[in-house]
T-cell receptor
Framework: EAGVAQSPRYKIIEKRQSVAFWCNPISGHATLYWYQQILGQGPKLLIQFQNNGVVDDSQLPKDRFSAERLKGVDSTLKIQPAKLEDSAVYLC????????????FGPGTRLTVT | RKEVEQDPGPFNVPEGATVAFNCTYSNSASQSFFWYRQDCRKEPKLLMSVYSSGNEDGRFTAQLNRASQYISLLIRDSKLSDSATYLCVVNAAGTYKYIFGTGTRLKVLA
């Protein structure tokens, strides 16, 4: 079974530039998550989709971050404009549906903002 | 108080030792609990779910103490390959939102 795919794996940009990340979840998984993981910390949930609807985006900095999940499958996360403090690994995860389901993580995108 | 708290470590233990980590959570209505393992520069992977009755998988045992609001992970007969960061994950009651702790770093020494 194919896992969660993410691209790119690495990205270096200057502050105030824009960047986009892509995620393809495991086939059949209804729930998709985007996490931000800063070095030395645990993953922090940015946004959670159930099919193509947003379940939780309370920790998404909406003035600069946006995300969408078209047709309830692939998802993109965008940062515009980027700040130095956005340097982190952005992890995408998916799960079947509910709160007891295992989350499967993609390899992440390592973003460096200079 | 943080929603999920872990001692960041590192815990340095010799091979063959038994080591235990605790994780406290603040929301008494939390219902689902997990331990994830994260290797350096890799993504987190589920180690085990934590049930009310406890859960054992080989050398790993997870326990839930609702009265004191913590979960624990016990690793027996530590192996070098157990070296990793162990993330505690708690489901926020009434939602599908998972809250991760900062992780506890374990180093098993030869």
């Amino acid at each position: 079974e194919a896992g969660v795919a993410q691209s790119p794996r690495y990205k270096i940009i200057e502050k105030r530039q824009s960047v986009a990340f892509w995620c393809n979840p495991i086939s059949g998984h209804a729930t998709l998550y985007w996490y931000q993981q800063i070095l030395g910390q645990g993953p922090k949930l940015l946004i959670q989709f159930q099919n193509n609807g947003v379940v939780d985006d309370s920790q998404l900095p909406k003035d600069r971050f946006s995300a969408e999940r078209l047709k309830g499958v692939d998802s993109t996360l965008k940062i515009q404009p980027a700040k130095l403090e956005d340097s982190a690994v952005y992890l995408c995860a998916s799960s079947l549906v509910g709160e007891r389901d295992e989350q499967y993580f993609g390899p992440g995108t390592r973003l460096t903002v200079t | 108080r943080k929603e999920v708290e872990q001692d960041p470590g590192p815990f340095n233990v010799p091979e063959g030792a038994t080591v235990a980590f605790n994780c406290t959570y603040s929301n008494s209505a939390s219902q689902s609990f997990f331990w994830y393992r994260q290797d350096c520069r890799k993504e987190p992977k589920l180690l085990m779910s934590v049930y009310s009755s406890g859960n054992e998988d080989g050398r790993f045992t997870a326990q839930l103490n609702r009265a004191s609001q913590y979960i624990s992970l016990l690793i027996r007969d530590s192996k070098l390959s157990d070296s990793a960061t162990y993330l505690c994950v708690v489901n926020a009651a009434g939602t599908y939102k998972y809250i991760f702790g900062t992780g506890t770093r374990l180093k098993v020494l030869a």
